[in-house]
């Protein structure tokens, strides 16, 4: 296993007990001298490790912490509830990775930000495949489900969320709610001072740590941490949002889904052709406008580009992205000899995959009758739902509501860390775990698998 990161081998007669609300790092062995010298009961203070955060990286962080260094005094500080995001991912039921993208370089390219960086050995040192056995040998159940997407097979993401707080509780680690590190700074001695707040009370500590790995996620409290500790900061902006659309008529179709489906986002003053903004895949139809993964992926991709257009477009859609329009085309005329006696609202072609619903919406914008005869459907009709079924252009007015957005694109960029270690370049012994960095996946498991992969690199702290 990759040794322990020299910044993590401090001389520990130099080091004194802090008070510690930390999450550790992903470390993948620790050195054998540091581990001896602490049985011989040499150093009467273990050193501390206090992480910011008590999101999906931060509580996995401090289990690896203190699983590779039970001696370090490891502390996770929460200023709300522990894990309240991966409460309600995946609808409730905590989609933990994606057993579909198991290579590291396919891996990578579902990372908008990111994907550059990550493209090297990132991923070989903790994968889909570790984190699926880390849980199963935790004892939670997962699934496969055929887009990929893996879940506990309860459906439930408790599961998730009571195996990591009882997991974190075991190996010891202090898991403290409701508190939060309003600022930190560095002493002359090279600690940490942390000035910790709670929220409920007059209450104000300061805490004396010798690490500290900041996992907040896209809260503000985390940028204002790293920028007074020297950091940068990407402006951050919403990712993984659903379309507003201005068709009122698409609120009759409200909660229709559509299995495949090929979208594509084009935006005023982004001229180039940016592959990423086509996307395939499932949407679904809301009462606002588009969803589903295709509109999901579309919205982390073109994020920035969005934002500086007031999240404003046209989405390019075909419905049937497998057949070419000359085909659809076609199916239609041919559809109308051989069923010329029936009504047009309850017979259509099935190759398409439709359902009563929109095939119904379909007549509507051509203004026919459902008691219309196929014999008597005119060819130019036939043509119209055929480009319509390929070429439906829909105007993006807006994204959805804030609560419904999971993901921000933005924070510390990825160039002010070491991704060999999640240690800062700009603050020695200083880490970043989540999404308060510069990194954000796509839909479908992989911001889950990417914050467990940072705890898991051969570094400090664990991400």
Known sequence: MPPWPPCLQPTLTTSRRATAFCRTSCLSSIPASWTSTYEQGQHEEEPSLVVVGGGAAGVYASIRAKTLAPHLNVAVVEKGRFLSKVKISGGGRCNVTNGHHLEPAGLARNYPRGNKELRGSFFTAHGPQDTMRWFTDHGVELKTEDDGRVFPVTDNSASVVDCLLNEARRLGVSLQAGKAVSSASVAQDGKFVLKVEKRTSDFVDYINANYVLVATGSSQQGYSIAARLGHSIIAPVPSLFTFKIADKRLADLAGVTFPIVKAKLKLDGVQKSVPELT??????????????????????????????????????????????????????????????????????????????????????????NGDTHWASMPNNHLNTIALRLKQWMFEVVGKGQFKDEFVTAGGVPISEISLGTMESKKQPNLFFAGEVLNVDGVTGGFNFQGYRQICNQDKDIPR
């Open 279 to 368: 996307q395939t895949g499932p949407m679904l139809v809301t009462h606002w406008g588009l969803s589903g993964p295709v509109v999901l992926r579309l919205s982390a991709w073109g994020a920035r580009e969005l934002h500086q257009c007031n999240y404003q477009g046209k989405l390019m859609v075909d419905f049937v992205p497998d057949i070419h329009i000359e085909d659809v085309k076609r199916i239609l005329f041919q559809y109308k000899d051989q069923h010329a006696k029936h009504k047009v609202n309850n017979t259509f072609p099935t190759e398409f995959g439709l359902v009563k619903r929109f095939w119904r919406f379909l007549l509507e914008q051509e203004s026919l």
